[in-house]
């Protein structure tokens, strides 16, 4: 029996997929499978793999993981055949040319054990004959070739029902030949449309979904977001969704069969050898091919079209969320100083919480500065006690409800005391780091919420240290993420935060378990023994101290030992991202020099003279030596950006201060496929369509704009109602005029509705770093706002 795909088989096709050489995939992949991770190749391996990116290497890592999977499909495939005593050469050869799982399916499906269909009962009674006949002599007469096989007992009672077994026979038979099937799919895929109509119009979210109630787009060309709106009107009940095989007009060129027969059953004809000749056989063989397409192939291939469709907008979802999730992890840090978080409420009162440089906890408090109890100056007088007792310098704001009046609470502490700088933070997420078992066991001795208020000041002291303690998906910066299939979002999205963490780096006397646990080579138990050893002991005074930690042996060592940080220790080296395996290099990099590492730390003037070519080894080449010499000029550099805030416009506090023409800051809180989502300050977020958004065409609304990214925004209409806001960036627009979105650029979508981008119902508001939270998005009638705005079609 022919052999499954070999690796060295799957390294060949990933490198050219990947336009990489063969043995830097096959490096890759060695170490992938020693246990290495992505970030840890990508910064310490680059001479192994020939400096492969960490981009690269995720692509390689779902290929590689696909293909095996896909070897492995194969070889069940052929043990299965084979059992059946069915597996020739040929057969065989075809299976392991198969690129894709449906081509392997196609293939597999005429030995796949099934249960007992009309064709097989057909064959039972002796009818595959009289199919075989009629198909391969059409000059036979159908009616006249079928009373030969009439017999009761065997249930073929006359000549009609001999020759409904027959056509059975051959339905089955069409609608399992791999290479046709193959053909008719892709077809259906390029002519194809998505067919929505209304099912329940009294259904209590039919309005959500208006735009879909009469609507068809070809599937080829359809965003994942109106996919996926389409799929959630269907889920709710609301919608019926059909597939369409003649969305698209059927070549007049065709020249395979009569204009009786559709483009597909044509094809179907012309794979047999079926024809209008005049023959007596032909009508029945034709009116098979009709039943065999309208009554079995379309509805299979309906079903791969919508498995297709759903996959294809769930990669591009994932996408979407895992580029906002790392704008918001990599969002700019406010740094290690005293912060007051508030988080904000009306009845309840605002939560009030003070942490040192660390995030240690030094007071709490509730305070009731709004209605109905309007303790307007005995609020302010507790926030200036606390302020002026533990030397706050920052004040972070959460930004759901009462955000905007306690911001104004701020304003007036702001004035009385000097220094102090507030910024309004996104409280995404808060609530359910609240009440997580992480957090009972960190704040054990806080109410669950005043715990929202730690978070939220902590958050603003560095965004990524606090929101790994959160589970991603409640971060809430996807586009239709509860529409995703979990696996393909978690793998997704644990990717990103990986990836962040590394990227940063992480200083290990003061990162918590779930930031440890996000560090190369470090699981969560491996975590927990960290902080457990480092409160035994004391804090680590060098990486070297790492080796005593329970169960961290030599790999794990190797694989987080240059993302791990100790700042303040007995090596210098320690608080850079100087892998320590790479130290000697550091040691030939001193003697020439002369001085030792802490002369040399920072010493730009000495660096730059120095070329990496000179201190290579078989070990270390120049791209790692490369990175070392970047690393001692500037030890633990940060890559995340400076820290900005957004200014929101006085007075303009909900959308009925909004006026057309407005020119406002703002903060990028959500990208989606379709453009963005900004926050004013009016709890509602405003949408920016992807035309409205530069004078020159893109195709992605990231190469303008990134989450979190404070920008001027003009309004363009207002829909008080609904609560929908038409922004653009392109502020010499004027309100009310044609679209004059750039050449080509993608116009609005007119049927968007029926779904939204983010999840959740509260309405969070995002500013520094800011995410969308938990609160809806704009959903079908942002169409409707965006026409009357000239931004649509």
């Given at each position: 029996?022919t052999?499954p ?5 799957i ?5 050219g ?6 043995w830097q995939?096959?490096?890759a992949?060695a170490?992938?499978?020693?246990g290495?991770t ?5 910064r310490?391996?680059?001479e192994?793999?020939?400096?492969l ?5 995720r692509?390689l890592?779902?290929?590689l993981?696909?293909?095996r999977?896909l ?12 059992a ?5 050469d ?12 449906a081509?392997?399916?196609d ?5 796949k054990?099934?249960?007992r269909?009309?064709?097989q009962i057909?064959?039972?009674a ?5 199919a075989?006949g ?5 000059r036979v007469d159908p ?8 017999d009761p ?8 029902a ?9 339905t089955e038979?069409f609608?399992e030949?791999?290479?046709l ?8 895929w390029q002519?194809g449309g ?9 259904h209590?979210?039919?309005?959500r979904?208006?735009d879909?109630?009469?609507?068809s787009?070809s599937?080829?060309s359809?965003p ?5 709106a ?11 969704l059909?597939?369409d095989?003649e969305a698209a ?6 020249p395979?069969?009569?204009a009786v027969?559709?483009d597909?059953?044509?094809?179907i004809a ?14 029945w063989?034709l009116?098979?091919?009709r ?21 294809s907008a769930e990669?591009?979802a ?8 790392k704008?918001?992890l990599?969002?700019?840090?406010a740094?290690?100083?005293?912060t007051?978080?508030?988080?904000p409420?009306?009845?309840t009162g605002?939560k009030?919480?003070?942490v040192?440089g ?5 007071a ?5 500065p709004?209605?109905p109890?309007?303790?307007?100056d005995?609020?302010l007088?507790s ?5 002026t007792?533990?030397g ?5 704001i959460?930004?759901?409800t009462?955000s905007?009046e306690?911001d ?6 702001v004035k ?10 996104s409280?995404a997420g808060?609530s359910?780091?609240?009440a997580s078992?992480?957090?009972s ?10 715990r ?10 560095d965004p ?11 971060i ?6 509860h529409?995703?299939?979990?696996s393909?979002l978690t793998?997704?999205?644990?990717a ?6 590394n990227?940063?780096g992480?200083?290990?006397n003061?990162?918590?378990v779930p930031?440890?646990?996000r560090?190369?080579g470090?699981t969560t138990?491996?975590?927990?023994n ?12 060098s ?5 005593h930690v329970a169960?961290?042996?030599p790999k ?21 991202g ?26 730009t003037t000495?660096?730059r003279t120095?070329?990496?070519q ?6 270390f ?6 990175d070392?010499l ?8 940060d890559?995340r ?8 416009a ?12 407005m ?6 809180t959500?990208?989606a496929?379709?453009?963005?989502f900004?926050?004013?300050g009016v ?7 992807v ?7 893109i ?10 990214q ?10 008080e109602?609904?609560?929908r806001?038409?922004l ?7 309100p009310?005029a044609p679209?004059?979105g750039p ?9 968007s509705?029926g ?6 119902q509260r309405?969070d508001r ?5 995410a969308?939270?938990?609160?809806p998005?704009?959903?079908?009638a942002?169409?409707?706002?965006l ?5 649509g079609?």
């Open positions: 029996m052999e795909d070999t690796d060295q088989q390294v060949s096709r990933i490198a997929e990947l336009n990489a050489q063969p995939v096959q490096a992949v170490l992938l499978d020693e290495a992505v970030p840890f190749i990508a310490y391996r680059k192994v793999t020939g400096s990116d960490d981009a690269q290497l692509d890592t779902e290929r993981d696909y293909l999977d070897a492995d499909r194969k070889k069940a495939v052929l043990e299965s055949i084979a059946q005593g069915k597996l020739t040929a057969l065989a050869a075809s299976i392991q040319a198969a690129d894709t799982k081509r392997v399916e293939i597999y499906l005429p030995f054990p099934k249960r269909t009309k064709a057909a064959r039972e002796g009818l595959e004959p009289l075989d009629l198909l391969g002599d059409p009616a006249a070739a079928a009373a030969a096989f009439v007992d065997k249930g073929v009672a006359d000549g009609d001999a020759l409904a077994g027959a056509r059975a026979i051959l038979r609608g030949d791999a290479d099937v193959g053909e008719l799919r892709e077809l259906l002519r998505l067919v929505s109509t209304v099912r329940d119009a009294g209590e979210d039919a309005a979904f208006a879909y109630h009469d609507f787009e599937v080829k359809m994942s977001h109106r996919i996926l389409m799929f959630r009107g269907e889920s709710t009940g609301v919608l019926s059909a597939v095989p007009p059927a070549d007049p060129t065709d395979t069969g009569p027969l559709s597909y059953e044509r094809r012309g794979a047999f050898g079926i024809a209008d000749r005049g023959r007596p056989a032909d009508p063989l009116d098979t091919v039943w065999a397409w309208r009554t079995r192939i379309v509805v299979s291939l309906g079903i791969d079209v919508r498995t297709r469709l759903r996959q990669a591009d994932a996408a979407v969320f895992a580029a906002n999730l704008d918001l990599l969002a700019a840090p740094g290690g100083r005293p007051l978080g508030l988080d409420g009306f009845r605002v009030v919480a003070v040192d660390t995030g240690k906890v030094l709490t408090d509730t305070i009731y709004h209605q109890a309007n303790r307007w005995a609020a007088a926030l200036h006690r606390l302020v007792t533990h706050v310098e920052l004040v972070a959460g930004n759901g009462a905007r306690t104004r609470l701020a304003a007036d502490l009385q005391c000097p220094g102090l700088t507030k910024v309004m933070v409280e808060a359910v780091y609240s078992a992480y957090a066991g960190e704040l054990p001795d806080l109410d669950v919420s005043l929202g208020a730690v978070s939220i000041a902590r958050r603003l002291q990524l240290a606090e929101l790994v303690k959160i589970d991603p998906k409640s809430g910066v996807g586009q239709y993420q529409d995703i299939a979990e393909t793998r997704s999205l644990n990103v935060v990986e990836d962040c963490v990227a940063v992480v200083e290990v003061t990162a918590s930031l440890l646990a560090v190369s470090v138990t491996l975590a927990e960290i902080v457990r050893h480092r409160d035994t002991n004391g804090p680590f005074t990486r070297q101290d790492l080796k169960r961290l042996g794990a060592y190797e694989q987080c030992a240059g993302f791990l940080r100790i700042r303040g220790g007995s090596d210098p080296l320690d608080s850079s100087v892998h320590p395996e790479a130290y000697t290099v550091v040691r030939r990099i001193l003697t020439r020099t002369g001085g030792d590492v802490r002369t040399l730390v920072g010493n000495v660096l120095l070329r990496p000179e201190f290579t080894d078989e070990t080449g120049v791209p790692t030596v490369t070392i970047a690393e001692l000029e500037k030890p633990g550099r890559p950006p400076a820290f900005t805030t957004a200014t929101f006085d007075g303009v506090e909900k959308i009925a201060d909004l006026r057309v023409g020119v406002l800051e703002g903060v990028v959500n990208v496929a379709f453009g963005a900004v926050d004013v709890h509602q977020d405003g949408l920016v369509h035309s409205a958004m530069s004078r020159t065409f195709s992605d609304p990231r190469e303008v704009v990134t989450s979190g404070v920008v001027k925004v003009k309004v363009m209409a207002v829909d109602q609904r609560k806001i038409s653009t960036l392109r502020l010499d627009d004027e009310g679209a004059a050449k080509g650029s993608r116009p609005a979508p007119a049927r509705g779904g939204r981008p983010a999840s959740g309405s995002g500013r520094q770093g800011g969308r939270g938990d609160r998005a704009p959903g079908g942002m169409a409707d706002a026409r009357r705005a000239g931004l079609q």
